[in-house]
């Protein structure tokens, strides 16, 4: 059994950027020479969120517009009376969608549906430059 530890750097374009990061988890996982496990990652950073999704035009689009029906930017949130940088519903909605993910991965190949991707979803009002952390447990 091993556990590796990998990076992956994505720079974001600001609130609602949603970033297909399959190819570069799959990558890291060659470079492990692993055959059979589970990918776990996390972004730090309390607004910025991970989950899997078809990484399709519609749906890029229907994923931030459903989340601001949840929690609207247009809402006062206790955070921006507290902190005054009017990201409340970025830290809303990162919590609900969450910082961290664990995929198997099977023959050295995550076990993906055929039209699911690993997305990283920017929640902030301002770009970003964030750092996943990716934990590769296998053998």
């Known amino acids: 059994m091993a556990v590796i530890t990998k990076h992956v750097q994505v720079v974001s374009g600001g609130e609602n950027d949603v970033i297909d990061l399959t190819q570069d988890v799959q990558r890291c996982i060659n470079e492990t020479k692993l055959a059979n496990g589970v990918a776990i990652l996390f972004v730090s950073g ?3 969120a991970l989950t899997t999704m078809e990484y399709e035009p519609g749906l890029v689009k229907d994923f931030p ?3 601001e ?3 609207p930017k247009s ?3 206790e955070h921006q009376k507290a902190w005054h940088d009017n990201n409340g519903h970025s830290h809303v909605k990162a919590s609900l969608v969450g910082p961290s993910l664990t995929i198997p991965f099977v023959d050295g190949k995550l076990a993906l549906g055929t039209w699911q991707q690993v997305v990283f979803v920017e929640l902030d009002v301002r770009s970003r430059t964030r750092r996943i952390v990716l934990q590769i447990v296998g053998e």
């Open 46 to 48: 309390s607004t910025g």
């Open 65 to 67: 517009e459903m989340l």
């Open 69 to 71: 029906r949840v929690a």
């Open 75 to 77: 809402h006062e949130y």
